[in-house]
T-cell receptor
Framework: AQSVTQLGSHVSVSEGALVLLRCNYS??????LFWYVQYPNQGLQLLLK??????LVKGINGFEAEFKKSETSFHLTKPSAHMSDAAEYFC???????????FGSGTRLQVQP | DTGVSQNPRHKITKRGQNVTFRCDPI?????LYWYRQTLGQGPEFLTY????????KSRLLSDRFSAERPKGSFSTLEIQRTEQGDSAMYLC?????????????FGPGTRLTVL
């Protein structure tokens, strides 16, 4: 079964600094990969999705993620953090043939003024 | 295009009571999913419907849990004889049929507190 590891349950950056949130998946077969964001007391909002069309995926709100098969990673980045980026971020993986997504445990991003 | 809606948003119940949650997916989506999210964790898959057929169930879905999607539109998730361990956020998601892994769009969730 697929598994997802998000290194760092909490990440704190200054406003304007680079955001890097890490995600590693377990499969050797390129899966479908997602990043979702969750604001307090809300559901999950899709940031971006990797489906093998391109290794660098651009999402909403200035976020992007790069798929690296050799490292089984799909890290999320944003060049310049904004206060409104403070939220919980989840990496998820989908298998071909299964509809269920497997989520990581999440990384809470704090943005300091 | 309205998103996925869930009702109620919050539910407080006493241990042993039954509760039912409702999910209305995005109107053109034929796939519907239920997940459970406990504090500090990512969502965990519970079950999945394509139209009215329940095609996959997680081992997390004990016999106290039942989900239905009678007409292939809205879905209900019932928990019987609730336990304190059932306290969690219950998330519903929907997607439209397509190749590979289609994108799931999530509702705001129903937060269940079992006293």
């Amino acid at each position: 079964a697929q598994s997802v590891t998000q290194l760092g349950s909490h990440v704190s950056v200054s406003e304007g600094a680079l955001v890097l949130l890490r995600c590693n998946y377990s499969s050797s077969v390129p899966p479908y990969l997602f990043w979702y964001v969750q604001y307090p007391n809300q559901g999950l909002q899709l940031l971006l999705k990797y489906t093998s069309a391109a290794t660098l995926v651009k999402g909403i709100n200035g976020f992007e993620a790069e798929f690296k098969k050799s490292e089984t990673s799909f890290h999320l980045t944003k060049p310049s953090a904004h206060m409104s980026d403070a939220a919980e971020y989840f990496c998820a993986v989908g298998d071909t043939g299964r509809r269920a997504l497997t989520f990581g445990s999440g990384t809470r991003l704090q943005v300091q003024p | 295009d309205t998103g996925v809606s869930q009702n109620p948003r919050h539910k407080i119940t006493k241990r042993g009571q039954n509760v039912t949650f409702r999910c209305d997916p995005i109107s053109e989506h034929n796939r519907l999913y239920w997940y459970r999210q406990t504090l500090g964790q990512g969502p965990e898959f519970l079950t999945y419907f394509q139209n009215e057929a329940q095609l996959e169930k997680s081992r997390l879905l004990s016999d106290r849990f039942s989900a239905e999607r009678p007409k292939g539109s809205f879905s209900t998730l019932e928990i019987q004889r609730t336990e304190q361990g059932d306290s969690a956020m219950y998330l519903c998601a929907s997607s439209s049929a397509g190749g590979g892994s289609d994108t799931q769009y999530f509702g705001p969730g129903t937060r269940l507190t079992v006293l």
